[in-house]
């Protein structure tokens, strides 16, 4: 997708603070961070939502949060965190291309 930003961040075309990388999976730093720690998982190929799951992608995504629960407390998340995958316009979901925000770094409250 050429107009993407994270497609532009996987091609090395804008800079970002990398966390962790392989061949499907980067793992950087949110710009406007949320919490203390907050990382943004992205698959490198390009989709936006859990609506164009097929067996191969859901077989990255499951991947992908084994990665997570390896690495969490390397990077500091040792005491938890909270994933959040934002679908869509009314979840607002401003960047197309999946990402799965990683957040923690201090207590997170969920309210109703
Ligand atoms: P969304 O609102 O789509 O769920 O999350 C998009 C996230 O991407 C936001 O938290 C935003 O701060 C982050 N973001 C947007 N542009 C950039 C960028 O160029 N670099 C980085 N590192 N994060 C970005
Ligand atoms: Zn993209």
């Not at 091609?11 to 970002?16: L, N, Q």
């Not at 190929?45 to 992908?64: C, M, N, P, S």
Request: net charge negative; charged share 30%; glycine share 8%.
């Amino acid at each position: 997708m050429e107009d993407c930003i994270f497609c532009k961040i996987v091609k090395g075309e804008i800079p970002s603070a990398k966390v962790y990388e392989d061949d499907e999976i980067l793992v950087f730093k949110d710009i406007e961070p949320l919490t203390k720690i907050h990382l943004l998982l992205i698959p490198k190929e390009h989709f936006k939502t859990v609506a164009e799951l097929d067996g191969k992608r859901a077989a990255l995504l499951g991947r992908a949060l084994q990665k997570i629960g390896a690495l969490a407390p390397a990077w500091g998340l040792e005491k938890g965190y909270r994933l959040v995958i934002n679908q869509g316009e009314e979840a607002g979901q401003s960047v197309p291309h999946l990402h799965i925000h990683i957040l923690g770094g201090e207590p997170l409250r969920w309210e109703k």
